[in-house]
C-alpha cells in the first residue's frame, strides 16, 4: 500500500490526535469524529507491556481502522522492546508511518531499512531521559523525530517543559525536519511547543475530552502556524 502524504516542505503544521484517549468501544466513528473536527492525522499508541508497562493494540485493530478510512495517515508511535518484529505486520496492515523508540533497538540502520522496504515513512523516537544528540546520525535517513514530553506508556502526565530545548536544538540544527511532541499537549502547554519548534503535535485527551475538538485542534493549529510563519 502506497503511504499517505502527512508532510509538506519545508515543514507544515499537522495535527495528530491520539486515539488512545478516545472511546476504543467506538474506533471507527471516534476517529471520524476527530477528523471532521480538523485533524491532519491519526497517532495510534501501541505498547507491548515490556517496552512500557500497559499494553494497548496491535495490527488487526490498525487493518480494521483502515478499511474503513483508506486514505487517513496513520502515525504509529511503537512502545515496544522489539521495534524490527512488527514492521510487516504494521506495514501490510496499513501503517503510514513506523515510529519507533532509538532506546529499543540496537540496529537502527537496518531498522530504517526494513521500515522503507515495508513502503512506511520512518520515525525516531526518543523518551525524556535521552540525550537529543543521539538522533542526530539518522535524520538524514528519517522523516520525523519525536520528542516525548512525558515519560511513555502512561497518560495523564504533566507536560515537561524542559523537553523543548531538545526541540530548539534540533529546530536549529535542522531546519527542515519534522518535528513531533507527544504528552500533555494541549493548549495551555502548546504556545511552547509552537515556539520552540515543533510542527506536528499530538494530543491526548485535550482534543478527545474536550466537548468541541475542533475549536482544541483550531487553537492548537493557530500556535503553530504563526510560529512557523516567524521561522
Known sequence: MAAASCRVSPVSCKILPSILNADLANLFSESQRLLD???DCLHLDVMDGHFVPNLTFGHPMVSCLRKRIPDTFFDMHMMVSEPEKWVESMGDAGATQYTFHVEASNNIPGLIRKIREANMKVGIGI???TDVEVVFPYVKDVD????MTVEPGFGGQKFMNDMMTKVELLRRRFKNLDIEVDGGVGPDTIDLCAQAGANMIVSGSAVT???NPAEVIKCLRQ???SAIARM
Open 223 to 225: 500556535s503553530v502556524e
Open 144 to 147: 520525523m523525530v519525536l520528542v
Open 127 to 129: 523518551k525524556p531521559g
Open 209 to 211: 475530552g474536550s466537548s
Open 37 to 39: 473536527s480538523g485533524a
